[in-house]
């Protein structure tokens, strides 16, 4: 991994536990000791695993090896049809999440400014908030039929509510004592929102994106296991069919990879964004 | 001289309580001047109308639309580094120089990319103090801004208040409880009392003999009384 590790080697140790260690004798970890151990157990767990499967006489069935699965994964990528799925599935949750982020954080901005769009808008908005939107998936089908815009209609209504949440309660948390200097300043009105209040709201406004990216995966999940042609869902459903149980855990794996790889983007935002914040400001690993 | 604000018959309720009333007050360029009164008597509200931060209910005030105020807490944007701080609301490009000279004039020079969290209370006071300045402001308005320091701090906060109140020439009204700091840095000293300006002081007539005998007297006008003059 082409990680920096001398930034982090003072963080990775805490004092305490080199103390304890140093007591008893042995030696202190360097940080690149530790991640190596920290990849050990997940490493020896997929060998047992693999060792179960191939002579411990697992049915490939029930559950295919390791090696199965990255054979079939292989056999996707070569043919081309993985990118093709893959490509499908991240194309709608990127699409869902810019619409239903973007309407989210609009409402969110105008009701966090303004006490008479909360008075209009904020009771409805919960209302609706309240439905588990899951539940509104057969409705979907028959507003939307089983094409692209059902899916990115589900997804977005998952993605609006985190961020217009946040949104607001980031805007109102904007702390009043701050508004005061803007006005002896004389900041312009523009100036007040790019320079106090969003910046002031980002905390919150992030955490609601992060929140948001995992109920987008939640919503594709479900939404792609209607009637579809394409899609890591679809692979999964059409896999079921044919017991192709090597495929569905490939699913299963590439879903997993990706919540991993959008926590890591909301992790890379949050460092960039929040540089400034006492919170962010190391590298921290959580 | 001319005035930096000049204040007449000054009224302010809260409800039905009357915190200001029939107040007049004349601040001329380059002074300083010191407001004490106990807590409640109005001062803060005298300021904080003079900042334009809260509305009046009678009476005019005279003086530049918005003068340059520093509060008690030093009130920096935690997400901007230092010159973003000090250079805020002013969108010439000449901004971050003029940031960064304020920021030398307060004994802060190559500290502009740092963040405020990096800074102790009394180096994010002088931020504040630069973000103040920075504008040349007509009029200074300082609400207890040192009152959260240490001894030692606030000390050296005086002597460095005074010179750069001495450069710029502003007017300048400090709102303090601390008798002492007003005898240390004013021109003039003001006691406040139920809403009006009962008492004045000429802080350099009344030292010339020390300034223990003043002293005194404000403490008296502030109804404390010290046990060996009650003797």
Redesign the interface.
């Known amino acids: 991994m082409a990680i920096d590790l001398s930034t982090r080697a003072p963080r990775t140790v805490p004092s305490g536990y080199r103390a304890g260690h140093l007591a008893r004798g042995p030696r202190s970890w360097s940080a690149r000791e530790l991640l190596v151990l920290s990849w050990l157990a997940p490493l020896l767990f997929a060998l047992a695993w693999e060792a179960v499967c191939r002579f411990g006489g697992m049915n490939e069935q029930v559950m295919p090896a390791p090696s199965a699965v990255l054979a079939t994964a292989w056999t996707l990528v070569k043919d081309g049809s993985l990118f093709v799925h893959l490509g499908y599935s991240l194309l709608r949750a990127a699409t869902g999440f810019l619409i239903g982020g973007g309407i989210g954080f609009g409402l969110g901005l105008i009701v966090g400014f303004s006490r008479l769009a909360e008075a209009l808008l904020d009771r409805s908005i919960q209302m609706i908030r309240a439905i588990p939107f899951l539940a509104l998936l057969p409705l979907v089908i028959v507003w939307f039929g089983v094409d692209e815009a059902g899916k990115i209609f589900l997804v977005s209504l998952g993605v609006l509510f985190p961020i217009y949440i946040n949104t607001v309660l980031g805007i109102r948390q904007v702390d009043p004592k701050l508004l005061e200097v803007a006005k002896v300043t004389g900041l312009s009105l523009r100036g007040r929102i790019t320079k106090i209040i969003l910046p002031g709201a980002m905390p919150s406004i992030l955490t609601g994106v992060r929140y948001a990216l995992a109920v987008a995966w939640l919503a594709l999940v479900i939404a792609e296991t209607i009637a579809t042609t394409k899609g890591i869902g679809f692979l999964a459903m059409d896999a079921r069919e044919f017991l192709q149980t090597n495929v569905i855990v490939l699913t299963i794996v590439i879903y997993a990879a990706i919540g991993v790889i959008a926590d890591g983007i909301a992790r890379a935002l949050e460092r960039r964004l929040l540089a400034w914040h006492p919170n962010y400001a190391r590298e921290e690993r959580r | 001289m001319s005035a930096a604000v000049t204040v007449r018959a000054l009224r302010r309720r809260y409800g039905e309580r009357v915190v200001i009333e029939g107040l007049d007050l004349r601040i001329e360029t380059g002074e300083f001047v010191a407001m004490l009164g106990e807590s409640g008597c109005g001062k803060t509200t005298l300021l904080r109308a003079l900042?334009?931060?809260d509305p009046v209910d009678g009476g005019r005030i005279d003086g530049p639309a918005?003068?340059?105020?520093v509060?008690q807490?030093h009130?920096l944007?935690?997400?901007?580094p230092l010159w973003?701080n000090v250079a805020?609301?002013i969108?010439t490009p000449e901004a971050k120089p003029q940031a960064v000279a304020a920021l030398r004039e307060v004994g802060l020079a190559g500290r502009e990319n740092d963040?405020?969290?990096n800074l102790s209370g009394g180096q994010s006071q002088r931020v504040a103090l630069a973000?103040a300045l920075v504008?040349e402001p007509r009029l200074l308005l300082l609400d207890e801004p040192f009152a959260a320091l240490d001894a030692l701090t606030r000390i050296k906060m005086h002597a460095l208040i005074k010179d750069l109140v001495a450069r710029h020439r502003p007017g300048v009204l400090l709102v303090t409880h601390d008798v002492d700091e007003a005898i240390a840095i004013a021109d003039r000293i003001l006691v406040m009392r139920a809403g009006r300006i009962a008492a004045s002081y000429d802080v350099a007539a009344e030292t010339e003999a020390g300034s223990d005998r003043l002293r005194g007297k404000l403490l008296g006008e502030l109804g404390v009384t010290l046990h060996d003059r009650a003797a």
């Open positions: 900042a334009g931060l918005q003068p340059a105020v509060f807490e009130r944007l935690p997400w901007a973003q805020l609301g969108e963040w405020p969290r973000r504008r």
